[in-house]
């Protein structure tokens, strides 16, 4: 009990940082940003607010100006429900990709932060 209310307070001590020290996002031209917006409107982020390795997935999704939808897995609901039951496993950060009517999990901060770099990045 003391363990688990000593990391989520850490969890949330490093959310706040990360809110106040959030990378300046990369700017595009309106029609380039629209085109980005469509494509990112198939994707969303299953992920806790204070888990360190969802911090870094968002603070690369700010840095890349994606509007993500974000879901909320920590607690009991339909969206643990559905990355546990769709994704396999209620691990985050996992990024729901639906493209060409398929579906398909990336867990891995890493994994998805290359997936978006490569995907939407300055040079992507």
């Known amino acids: 009990m003391l363990l688990k209310a000593l990391r989520n307070g850490l ?4 959310a706040g940082i990360d809110k106040l020290t959030r990378p300046k996002p990369i700017q595009r031209s ?3 940003q629209k085109k980005v ?3 990112v409107s198939h994707l969303s982020l299953y992920q806790f607010y204070g888990c360190p390795f969802c911090i870094k997935t968002r603070r690369a999704i700010a840095r890349l100006n994606l509007p993500m939808t974000y879901r909320d897995a920590q ?7 559905e990355l546990e039951r769709e994704g396999g496993k209620a691990q985050v950060p996992c990024l729901r ?5 398929e579906v398909r999990w990336m867990y ?3 994994a998805i932060i290359d997936y978006l770099e490569k995907r939407f990045g300055e040079n992507g």
């Open 11 to 14: 969890g949330y001590t490093i």
């Open 30 to 32: 309106p029609e380039e």
């Open 37 to 39: 917006d469509e494509a």
């Open 75 to 81: 607690r009991p609901g339909p969206w643990r429900d």
């Open 97 to 101: 990709i639906e493209e060409n009517g």
């Open 108 to 110: 891995e901060s890493s």
